[in-house]
């Protein structure tokens, strides 16, 4: 198994025993979007785009301004966020090979926890079929 991603169980293992002793676990949202500019969406004086939305989810969460992707393709790095690993372990060269059905990712990890878990819109990060489950 990946080592990024059993840090990741361990983590969230730990903070389930340590921080949910009344039996409640934190929500986790993630969004996730191509072809943001963070120039336009990010900047609370903007006048160009006005994303109320999107400010409020900011103002409330984490907001992550200096970010990093494994690769500038679509379906490799989708596979790369939601494996833990890098483009060159996943074999996710282009939009067409991708990660195999029955690879983990880190929202197994979560269900393994006793999250629910949903996933919607463009995810593709598996090969040979669209991943909304």
């Not at 393709?73 to 966020?81: L, V």
Request: net charge neutral; proline share 5%.
């Amino acid at each position: 198994m990946n080592p990024l991603l059993l840090t990741l169980f361990y983590l969230i293992q730990w903070y389930h025993g340590t921080f949910c002793l009344n039996g409640t676990k934190p929500n986790i949202v993630v969004v996730m979007s191509d072809a943001f500019d963070g120039r336009l969406t990010f900047d609370p004086g903007s006048k160009v785009v006005h994303l109320p939305f999107i400010n409020y989810i900011r103002e409330l969460g984490s907001t992550f301004l200096n970010a990093y992707t494994n690769s500038p393709i679509c379906c490799p790095s989708r596979a790369a966020m939601w494996s833990g690993q890098f483009v060159h372990l996943t074999e996710s060269w282009n939009n067409f090979k991708c990660l195999d059905a029955n690879a983990s990712t880190w929202m197994d990890l979560l269900e393994a926890s006793g999250y629910l878990t949903k996933m919607m819109g463009k995810l593709d990060f598996t090969s040979g079929s669209h991943s909304v489950r």
